[in-house]
């Protein structure tokens, strides 16, 4: 729990190191259950997790190992079985490198979490 707060509190300032720097759409801080499984036949992992923050065009996890940058894979979500391919597209170490921060980017952006109330900008 002290980890999560302490990765709400720099998330912003660290997701924000992407290669395009500009924010797409407006992050939200949602802790909604999901399942990221690799879809690189080479580097087989399966990690049951919560987002930290979702955006109409990815979102940031903590995992307990590195996830290479730029390996494909499939978010599902845990409540109903939606899934959607991304990438990771910014890993970031955390505590000396016991945890990681991976920022991660849908292929095709749009409304997969469902949020009620979505920001206007989540309409791409």
Not at 75 to 81: A, F, I, M, P, T
Not at 87 to 104: K, Q
Request: charged content about 25%.
């Amino acid at each position: 729990m002290e980890l999560q707060k302490s990765v709400e509190k720099i998330g912003g300032c660290c997701l924000e190191r992407s290669k395009n720097a500009t924010r797409r759409s407006t992050r939200l801080s949602l802790q909604i259950p999901v399942v990221v499984t690799s879809l690189d036949p080479t580097y087989d992992f399966r990690i049951e997790c919560e987002t930290l923050v979702v955006n109409a065009h990815g979102f940031g996890f903590l995992s307990p190992e590195r996830i290479r940058n730029e390996t494909p894979v499939m978010v599902r979500l845990v409540s109903n079985g939606a899934s959607k391919n991304c990438r990771i597209v910014l890993p970031i170490a955390l505590l000396d490198s016991a945890s990681w921060l991976l920022g991660v980017e849908f292929d095709n952006p749009g409304d997969f979490w469902q949020v009620k109330n979505k920001p206007a900008d989540w309409r791409v």
